[in-house]
């Protein structure tokens, strides 16, 4: 089993930053890669970006390209997400997930991954 917990969701003004975290807790030997998913209400849960812990490839939904970054520290078994010049439509509840399993690995769908966190809101004002 891994445990997930999101943190440092908030408030964050269009244009600003914000950095979320994902810590990891228990078999956390077994994980192959994390990601970021977020749904918006009324909305399905949507791909953001992922990390694979080995050779920390990184994928990223073309909307967030070049405004999120997605980094590791693994040593301490947590993820970020640094959000910069987030847009009103960024808001959401965001989630992060493990893949605990080397098969095909196909970050955008949430069937890929294995254990989930809560989430952590965010919501950006214009």
């Known amino acids: 089993q891994v445990q997930l917990v999101e943190s440092w969701g908030g408030l964050v003004q269009a244009g600003g930053s914000l950095r979320l975290s994902c810590a990891a807790s228990g078999r956390t030997f077994s994980i192959y890669a994390m990601v970021w998913f977020r749904q918006a209400p009324g909305q399905e849960r949507e791909f953001v970006t992922a990390?694979?812990?080995?050779?920390?490839?990184?994928d990223y939904t073309e909307s967030v390209k070049g405004r999120f970054t997605i980094s590791g520290d693994f040593a301490k078994n947590t993820v970020y997400l640094q959000m910069n010049s987030p847009k009103p439509e960024d808001t959401a509840v965001y989630y992060c997930a493990a893949d605990t399993n080397v098969r095909n690995y196909e970050p955008q769908l949430p069937t890929t991954w294995d254990y989930w966190g809560k989430g952590t809101l965010v919501t950006v004002s214009s």
């Open positions: 990390i694979k812990w080995s050779g920390r490839n990184t």
